[in-house]
């Protein structure tokens, strides 16, 4: 089995979670998109320190989990934040700036 | 045993000053009384920057030491990235002192309580009496050092690590304005979703260089794309990616749709923090990005990107003609000046390096300026930002209609100001390095920007002040103090730029 085909899989869910952020409306869906195109990028970084036969990729992996997990802490308070306001956590319903 | 690689901690001491001061900055807030948080908070902060200045300088100044690699090759000190520090740490100076101002409003311009629910008889509460937040300033100095940190990376991982540490923050930040405060949430929200969306691609990105190169420093990723073996779509298709996240954040078209909204809710002060330092720290990342890493692949990028630019500045200049908000039109014309700014970056070489970095601190003390006079103009709804509103001002005040006309002038690009200096070495170099396309649209996107301001000056002078104009509030000493500073450099830098030219012209040298 070769590995490249995992980078193919990466760019797949990479794909998928960049179109999800384009055309899904709720808040909390429009995040794990971007959650998965992070962690389709971590699947990239792991494949290539295989690929590549070094380490460098599965670290960074982890770096880029730290991070990622930051970025849901500050996300959902945000979040959370619009949705106490408004009861609902649409991206279309906040629309008070625009042009 | 795992062996440390060796630190050049007099290299990374700023850095290692601001995280060590937003930790302890955080402490502060519990254990220091609420009454005395804010000035103390203030005070340690802005002794922060100014300590951390003094490493810079001090280094910036000893020539023999000058450049380094440590921290195991993620950091690079060289004297591009102690330029871009020491103008960072200027810049949050000035705007630091806008967050501390106190007298404008009871507890300024931050709300006490986020989370409190808007429109609730907490929130009415709190509006009425309550203190303003001071966490404000321990995420602006996290952010401030993740700053300092994008523009000194040495490899694209820990570039990703800064951008994040920079950015998280101001999402943050961007929510707690105390007025108006579901435009602030709003503002958060757009700009958090769309920020982690640009750094997903850049991670992508980081991924995608990393498969081609089997590193991810900068000297290895320019050896290997100037060696060109293997599977070259991987590394185009990567450097695009990183690309898209780091053109957000200098918000070039057509990833600029943030600005508007972005500058329009966040809290007046925040949107003057972002607009200068976001601003420099990122295309301090771009330059490093492509000067450093990219240089390898002979700038083949350059009519792409040159497309962005000439996109950018159009696309900034034509929009900033329909806006009816203060806020708003200083974001587009922002947007329009990212696009100047990449026109110095595609000159390449010294000149076009040196122009950037002018540009990079007089654009930066002009709109620092600008944002902190719109503190000013209130009425009892907070800041009056639409364009009406400021009608006849300048019968009502004309001092600061003289100051804001003075600097919206600066923005237009007219002779004794730093706006001018700016765009003349910008155009110069792009002529130089055979960008003269780029220049013409530079020049047509500077004649139509000129309308806007031009408006707005007409308005304020020429137009008789009305019932609803509102009165400009006489600044406390703070406010002022980053006016004066803002308003005199614009002026300095456009009469005597010798001495910030030469400055930026030293520092126009990276290492690899």
Known sequence: MTPMWYIVLAAVLFSIGAVGVLVRRNAIVLFMCVELMLNAANLALVTFSRINGTLDGQIMAFFAMVVAAAEVVIGLAIIMLIFRTRRSASVDDANLLKY | ?512
């Open chain 2, 1 to 512: 045993m795992v062996k440390l690689p060796p630190m050049d901690y007099a290299a990374i001491m700023p850095l290692l000053i601001l995280f060590g001061a937003a930790c302890l900055g955080v402490l502060i807030e519990a254990f220091v009384p609420r009454r005395a948080r804010n000035i103390t908070q203030l005070l340690f902060s802005l002794a922060a920057v100014i300590a951390a200045m003094v490493f810079v300088v001090k280094r910036a100044g000893n020539v023999t030491a000058a450049n380094a690699i440590t921290a195991g090759g993620a950091i690079t000190i060289d004297k591009a990235a102690l330029f871009l520090q020491g103008s960072l740490l200027v810049l949050a100076f000035v705007s630091l002192l806008i967050f501390g101002e106190r007298t404008l409003e009871q507890g300024g311009a931050f709300v006490a309580q986020a989370a409190v629910t808007v429109g609730s008889e907490k929130d009415k509460e709190q509006a009425a009496k309550s203190l303003g937040s001071t966490e404000v300033y321990p995420l602006a100095l996290f952010s401030l050092a993740g700053m300092l940190l994008f523009v000194a990376a040495n490899d694209l991982l820990t570039m990703f690590v800064a951008l994040e540490v920079f950015s998280l923050p101001l999402y943050l930040l961007c929510a707690l304005a105390r007025r108006k405060r579901l435009l602030s949430q709003e503002a958060a929200l757009k700009y958090f979703l769309l920020g982690a969306y640009a750094s997903a691609f850049f991670l992508f990105g980081v991924a995608l260089v990393y498969g081609y190169a089997k590193a991810v420093d900068f000297a290895s990723i320019h050896t290997a794309a100037a060696v060109g073996a293997g599977n070259i779509t991987l590394l185009i298709t990567g450097l695009g990616l990183l690309a898209i996240g780091l053109l957000f954040k200098v918000a070039a078209a057509p990833f600029h749709v943030w600005t508007p909204d972005v500058y329009q809710g966040a809290p007046t002060p925040v949107t003057a923090f972002m607009a200068a330092c976001t601003k420099a720290a990122a295309f301090g990342g771009l330059i490093r990005v492509l000067y450093v890493g990219f240089d390898g692949l002979g700038w083949q990028f350059t009519p792409v990107l040159g497309a962005i630019a000439a996109l950018t500045v159009m696309v900034g200049a034509v929009l900033a003609v329909t806006q009816t908000d203060l806020k708003r039109l200083l974001a587009y014309s922002s947007v329009a000046n990212a696009g100047y700014l990449l026109i110095g970056v595609l000159a390449g070489g010294q000149l076009g390096l040196q122009s950037v970095l002018f540009y990079l601190v007089a654009y930066g003390l002009t709109v620092i300026a600008a944002f902190a006079l719109i503190t000013l103009v209130r009425d009892a709804d907070g800041e009056a930002t639409h364009l009406s509103r400021w009608a006849g001002l300048g019968a009502r005040s004309p001092l600061f209609a003289g100051i804001f006309t003075f600097l919206l002038l600066a923005f237009a690009g007219i002779p004794l100001t730093s706006g001018f200096m700016a765009k003349l070495s910008v155009f110069g170099a792009a002529v130089d390095g055979g960008q003269t396309w780029l220049v013409i649209f530079g020049v047509i996107s500077s004649i139509i920007l000129a309308f806007p301001y031009l408006r707005v000056v007409v308005m304020m002078w020429l137009s008789e002040p009305g019932e609803s104009t509102p009165s400009v509030s006489l600044p406390g000493v703070l406010t002022s103090t980053a006016l004066g500073v803002g308003t005199i450099a614009t002026l300095v830098l456009g009469v005597a730029p010798g001495l910030l030219l030469d400055l930026a012209d030293k520092a126009a040298a990276f290492i690899r």
